[in-house]
C-alpha cells in the first residue's frame, strides 16, 4: 500500500509569539508526507529549487518517503512563504508567498506514483488537481483548498472535488464554498458534489467529519504547548490518507473512518508543538498510539 | 434534591436571519430553569416588572419551577434585552439592555431556595453573586459572568470564583480572565482561583471541561436548523447543573461530571432551534434521552 501526494515543498519563513525561523523545510506535501510515512509507504510529488539542500531532502528519503518524484531545477528557487501569527495564533498574516519554481509545476506522475491506491491532492491550482487526479489509478483520493481558489476558481474546484472521495476544508472555507452559514447544511452541500466525506478543520476547537448519513467530531488536544500551527492541517490529512491506506480497502467503513480522523487530530496535534516539521521529526509510533489512547480518554462518557 | 438559580428574568427582542420576537419571555435564571426542571427540583430567584404577564409567570409555575423568590415589582418594567445577530450568528449586537427593576436586585433568599443542594449564579454583578453564594447553604455552586464583569469588576469575580465548585465561561472570557491566550493554560489558571471545574463554551464548536487532572471534550451538534443562539449557555448550565442536583452526590465523580456536560450541551442544543424558550417549552424527556444517545454515536471510535 502507498500513499501519492502532490503539493507544496517549501522553505518557510514563520513567526510566532514564541520565536522565528528562516527559511526551515515546509509545504503541504512535506506536513503531508512526514505524517503519513509513520502508516503506509509514501511518494511525494513536487517541484523545488536548487536552494532546497541535500539535508533537506534527507529528512524524507531517510524516513524512507520516495522522492523520484520530486524534482529539482538547477538554478531555480523553491516556493517560499513568510508568515506571521498574532499573540493567540488564529490569525496567520501572510507576509510574502514566492512561487518561484512551483509557479510551472505540472507534474506527470511517475509509473510508481501513479499506482499509489491512495492520493492526496494538497492545496494547488484546481485545474492541476484535475489533471493529477486523471493520472493517478488511486482508489481513494482527497484534496484540500483554499479561500483563494475558492474565490478564484471556483469552477474547476468543484469540478475538481467531483472526482475525489474526500475534501477537507476549514470551517471558513466550507462556508464560503458553499454560500451556506449553517456548517451542517454547507457539509451536505459538498456530499451533493460527489464525495463520500468531508473533513471540516476547525483549528484550536478540533475537526469534524460528515458523510451522508453520519456526523462525528473530533476534538482538540488540549495542548498547553502550542508554538507554531503551521502544518496542523496538512498533518491531519497525512494521518488521516497514512492510516486509511494502510488498511488496504477501497471502501473504508465507519469505524475505519473515524479512527483514520482520530490519527490525523493526533498527528495534527504534535507538529504545532514546535516550528515546522521539528516535533514531527522526533516523534515515534509508541508517542502517536498513546495520544490516540488519550483521544479516547477525552470523550468517553 | 432542589437547585436555585439566581439571575435575570427577562422580557428579551431579537432578531435573527430567521425572523424577529418582540418582549418574549428571556433572561439567564429563565432558560437555566427550564432547562434544569427536567432533572430535579428548581427555584428562580429573580425580579420582575409588571409587565410580566400571568402568561408568563405560568411558563414557571405550570413546570413545577418554584417562583416564591421571583419578586414582582409593581409599576415597575422587566429586565429588557434587545439584540440582532448577524448572518452567522457568531456575533450579537446588542441593541440595548435596560435593567429596570433589575438595577436594584439584591435578593434575600427565602428558606426553601437557601436549603437547596445546588446553587448556580447566573451572570449577575460579581458583588450579588457573593452575596447570594454567603446566603445559600448549597454543597454545589457554580457561576457564569460575561467580558463586562471581567473588565469592570474583577477583583469582587475573582473573589466569587474563589466560593464556587464549578465557572463556566466562553473561551474569549477565559482568556480575557486569565491574560493567557492558551485555553489549556487559561482554564488551569481558573482552576488555581478555586473551583474544581471550568467549563469552557465554544459555541458552533461544543464545549470543554477542565478539573485539575481531567480534560473533557464536549461535541456540537450538528445542527441543520439553528434559528436563535440566545439561552444556549444558560440552557447548558441548567442541564448541567440539573442532572447533577438530581444524582445527589456532593461530590460527583468523572463519570457524573461527563453526563452531567452532555446533558447540557443536549438542552443547549435544543433551545437554539427556535426563538427563546419555544422549543424547551415543547420539550419532552424521551427528546433528550434520545440526543444524549445521540450524542454518544458521535463522539465513540
Given amino acids: 500500500m502507498a500513499v501519492t501526494v502532490v503539493g507544496s515543498v517549501a522553505l518557510d519563513s514563520v513567526e510566532t509569539p514564541f520565536g522565528k525561523r528562516e527559511r526551515v523545510l515546509g509545504g503541504a506535501a512535506t506536513h503531508f508526507s512526514l505524517a503519513a510515512r509513520f502508516f503506509t509507504g509514501v511518494h511525494v510529488v513536487g517541484v523545488v ?32 512563504w513568510s508568515g506571521r501569527y498574532e499573540e493567540d495564533m488564529a490569525v496567520a498574516h501572510t507576509l510574502a508567498t514566492e512561487l518561484n519554481v512551483f509557479a510551472d509545476f505540472d507534474p506527470q506522475l511517475s509509473e510508481v506514483a501513479r499506482r499509489a491506491e491512495t492520493l492526496f491532492l494538497a492545496n494547488i491550482q484546481p485545474d492541476l488537481q484535475q489533471r493529477v487526479r486523471r493520472q493517478s489509478e488511486a482508489r481513494l483520493a482527497g484534496l484540500d483548498s483554499m479561500n483563494y481558489w475558492i474565490e478564484s476558481a471556483r469552477g474547476p474546484l468543484v469540478e475538481a472535488i467531483g472526482l475525489v472521495d474526500v475534501v477537507s476544508l476549514n470551517d471558513a472555507e466550507m462556508r464560503m464554498l458553499t454560500g451556506e452559514p449553517n456548517l451542517a447544511r454547507a457539509a451536505r452541500s459538498v456530499i451533493d458534489l460527489g464525495p463520500r466525506v468531508t473533513l471540516v478543520k476547525q483549528g484550536p ?49 465507519r469505524n475505519e473512518l473515524r479512527a483514520a480522523a482520530v490519527y490525523g487530530s493526533v498527528l495534527g496535534s504534535f507538529v504545532v508543538e514546535d516550528f515546522g516539521t521539528e516535533r514531527v521529526q522526533q516523534l515515534t509510533r509508541e508517542e502517536i498510539d498513546a495520544r490516540f489512547a488519550e483521544f479516547r480518554q477525552m470523550v468517553i462518557f
Fill in 205 to 253: 476547537y478540533g475537526a469534524a467529519m460528515y458523510s451522508r448519513d453520519e456526523f462525528f467530531s473530533i476534538p482538540a488536544y488540549p495542548l498547553e504547548t502550542f508554538v507554531d500551527p503551521t502544518g496542523a492541517g496538512d498533518s491531519f490529512a497525512g494521518g488521516f490518507f497514512g492510516y486509511l491506506d494502510s488498511l488496504g480497502e477501497s471502501e473504508p467503513g
Fill in 49 to 80: 529549487g536548487q536552494d532546497f539542500g541535500d539535508d533537506e531532502l534527507a529528512v524524507f528519503s531517510s524516513r524512507g518517503i520516495g522522492t523520484d518524484d520530486l524534482r529539482r531545477v538547477e538554478g531555480g528557487r523553491s516556493f517560499h
